[in-house]
Structures are given as C-alpha cells and as structure tokens.
C-alpha cells in the first residue's frame, strides 16, 4: 500500500467532484505545433506559452474543471509576465496534473501497430513532477483497429505498460489516469469497436491487478465505444451511450474512483451529447463517476479564434468557458443542444 494513499484517494475524488471534468492541455511540442501551423501560428515556445496562459487564466474555469494536464514544458513555465503557472493554477483552486508518458512508437514485431513508452527513469521524474506540485499524471496507450488488428500482443504490452506506470504513480503519490485509446480512425462497426474496447478494458484491468494498483486511487480514461470515422453506418447518440457503458459495467470495478473520457477526433457537440446521454439514462446504474478530460473538444473553438492574437484573447477564454460548461453540465446529464445556442457568442 502506498504512502500516500489517503492523499491519492482524496486527489482522486476531487478531479471528478460533482459538474467537473479534467482539462487535457497536455500536447507535446511536435502536437501543438502542428495545430499552431493549421492556423499560421508560429511553432514557438513564446506561442505555446500565450496559449497555455490563455487557457489558464480563463476567468471561472474552476468552477467546471478540476484540474488540467500539463505537458513537461508548460509545467516548467511562466506567465509572459513571469508569474509560475503552477501558481497560476493553485490559485485558481484547480489541481495540476502532468503527462509522463514519452509517446506511442511503432511495436516491434507488430505492422501498423504501436506500444507506449516512457517507463525508464520514471520513479525519478514523477518524484520531480510531485515536490514540483503536480498531484496527478496521464498515460496514454493508443490501439488502432485495422485489418487483423489489434493483435493480442500489442493489447497485452500496452496494458502492461499501463498498469506499471499506475503502480508507479502510486508509489510517488500522484494519480494515474490510466487512458486506453481505441482510435476512431477507420470505417469498423461500433459492434467492432465494442468488441475491441472489451479485450482491451479486460487486460487492462487484469494487468492493473497483479501490478497491485489500488482502483480507488485510480482514473480511467477510456473512448466512448462508436462506430469509425469511415463506417457507413453511423451511429446515434444514444447507441453511443448504451454499447459505452455496458462496456464499461462489465469491465471496470465499481470501486474505480471515476471515468473521464477522452473526445478522441468526435466532434464538440458530439462530446457533450454522448457523455450526456450516458449521465441522463446510465447515471443511475454507474458506481463511479463519468465526465470528461477532453483536449480538441474543448480547447478547439479557443484555438481558432485567437489565432495568435492578442487582441482575441478574451473571446477565446470565454469560448474555451462555454465549453467547459457544455461538458460540465453533460456529466450531470443536463446540457441540451439549446444550451450551445443560449451560450452562444454574440
Ligand atoms: P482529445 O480529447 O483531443 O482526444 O484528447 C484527450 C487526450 O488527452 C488524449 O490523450
């Protein structure tokens, strides 16, 4: 059992308090400057730390989001006016998370398949990114779905990658947000996606069991089950629903300390309505809480409309705002489509 086991549990429960989400910021710098590029904005460490602050000094964030994930860079960083965005966070009452993984590489042995890494030397900087401030840390391990894949090894080194990373997040006090992405890239069934969201859920959570990771002490961060991109028969909001939480009822122990999704490439309204629909008909049924840690589908709207300019800076916080209150109110099972327009920017 951890040292800091009665800290994990209380982190835990705090990231998802009742109408908060997480809020992933974390892109590394290869991600954010190729969405920087899409906009003409220049690929620089002095852009990407306008934006981060952008998105941090968002007035009322907290009241909707818990706490963001960081990238190693942002966490390093300060305000243009040299304030530590660490402090900026803490002061917002918000609690800093921070993504340890080093990137999803080809699989040795595995065509068009990829296994995370960035558990060598781990222990060390998760004892950093803690007496730095940060309380929790993200993984994320990425299967594609494809002609004969996934195959059981890259499902099997992945989760183990996972569960090793928790157990060590565990030991150094930060919790681990265990996130398993199935892509929706592709033109599978959602039956399909079904199918491979279940192996993957079950190794996973086999593989976090004799790594000894304590549930309550844990976040999973899954995708919605959902047909792919390219299927032709696509799917509705509440089929999204239904197949997404029967998955996860028959996977996820009920002492999990919560779900937060990712948004995964669905688009912003698609977010809120999938994760709502689950919270209005399956909330009920759930023994764990379920709300977001979106990335795109939050911080998109703010992305386009500064563009890089300053002048456009306080629009963009009140775009990425009404985001979170889309999401916030979805993980209560309260947004409507009505709110998007109420909230509307004149
Ligand atoms: P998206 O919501 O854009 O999928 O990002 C979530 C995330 O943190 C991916 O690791």
């Not at 954010?32 to 460490?45: M, S």
């Amino acid at each position: 059992m951890s040292k800091y086991s009665e800290e994990l549990r209380a982190t835990a429960k705090a990231m998802v308090a009742k109408g908060k989400g997480i809020l992933a910021m974390d892109e590394s710098n290869g991600t954010c400057n190729k969405r920087f590029q899409k906009l003409g904005i220049p690929a620089t460490e002095e852009y990407r730390q306008m934006y981060r602050t952008l998105i941090l000094t968002t007035p009322n964030l907290a009241d909707y989001v818990s706490g963001p994930i960081l990238y190693d860079e942002t966490i390093r960083q300060t305000t243009p006016e040299g304030v530590s965005l660490l402090a900026v966070i803490k002061e917002a009452g918000m609690i800093p998370g921070i993504k340890v993984d080093t990137g999803a590489k080809e699989l040795a042995g595995h065509t068009d398949e990829k296994v995370t890494e960035g558990l060598d030397d781990l222990r060390d900087r998760l004892a950093e990114y803690y007496k730095m401030g940060a309380r929790f840390a993200k993984w994320r391990a990425v299967i594609t779905i494809g002609n004969n894949i996934p195959s059981k090894g890259c499902i099997e080194a992945n989760a183990h990658s996972l569960a090793r990373y928790a157990a060590l997040c565990q030991e150094c006090g930060l919790v681990p947000i265990v996130e398993p992405e199935v892509l929706i890239d592709g033109d599978h069934t959602l039956q399909k996606c079904w199918d491979v969201t279940d192996a993957t859920l079950h190794e996973v959570f086999k593989q976090l069991h004799a790594q000894s990771v304590a549930y309550d002490q844990m976040i999973l961060k899954p995708s919605m089950v959902i047909a792919g991109k390219d299927c032709p028969q696509q799917t509705s909001v509440e089929d999204v629903a239904e197949a997404t939480i029967s998955c996860l009822l028959k996977n996820v122990p009920a002492t999990v300390a919560g779900i937060a999704f990712l948004s995964g490439g669905q688009s912003m309204q698609q977010s809120s309505a999938h994760l709502n629909e689950m919270n209005k008909r399956f909330g009920d049924q759930c023994p764990w809480p379920v709300t977001f840690s979106y990335a795109r589908a939050i911080q998109q709207p703010a992305l386009d409309h500064w563009s890089g300019h300053k002048a456009n800076i306080a629009e963009a916080q009140s775009r990425l705002l009404k985001r979170a209150q889309c999401n916030s109110a979805a993980s209560r099972g309260e947004y409507s489509a009505e709110m998007e327009k109420e909230l509307a920017i004149a």
